[in-house]
């Protein structure tokens, strides 16, 4: 499976960005796809998942209610649109793919099998 994050950029506080992430590969279908973001000195930190097929949803507490996780079956495509941004939301955010989903530990960034390149999200105050 192949990622490719795009869509960050500069964003002034209370505005809006929508990253998209474009999978390929033959299994990409029974992928569950989740969207991680990274800043300076800071642990990898989950933001949302979506389930391939059932399009279940979750979400980080600090992001639930701004952020909305979705995907285009047809396009191979998740998408994070990112509403009433925070100078705290600004990180590299990663999308990462992951075969043998669990609820339980969706959250743990080494669990996730591939990862796209990372794309920049910049809030500022």
């Known amino acids: 499976v192949q990622l490719q994050a795009s869509g960050g950029g500069l964003v002034q506080a209370g505005g809006s960005l929508r990253l998209s992430c474009a999978a390929s590969?033959?299994?990409?279908?029974?992928?569950?796809l989740a969207w991680f973001r990274q800043d300076l000195g800071t642990e990898r930190e989950f933001v949302a998942a979506i389930t391939w097929g059932g399009g279940s949803t979750f979400y980080a507490d600090s992001v639930r209610g701004r952020f909305t996780v979705s995907r285009d079956n047809a396009k191979n495509t998740v998408y994070l649109q990112m509403n009433s941004l925070r100078p705290e939301d600004t990180a590299v955010y990663y999308c990462?793919?992951?075969?043998?989903?669990?609820?339980?530990?969706?959250?743990?960034?080494?669990?996730?099998?591939?990862w796209g390149q990372g794309t920049q999200v910049t809030v500022s105050s």
């Open positions: 590969g033959r299994t990409v279908g029974s992928y569950a």
């Open positions: 990462a793919a992951e075969n043998n989903f669990r609820v339980a530990t969706m959250k743990r960034a080494p669990l996730y099998d591939y």
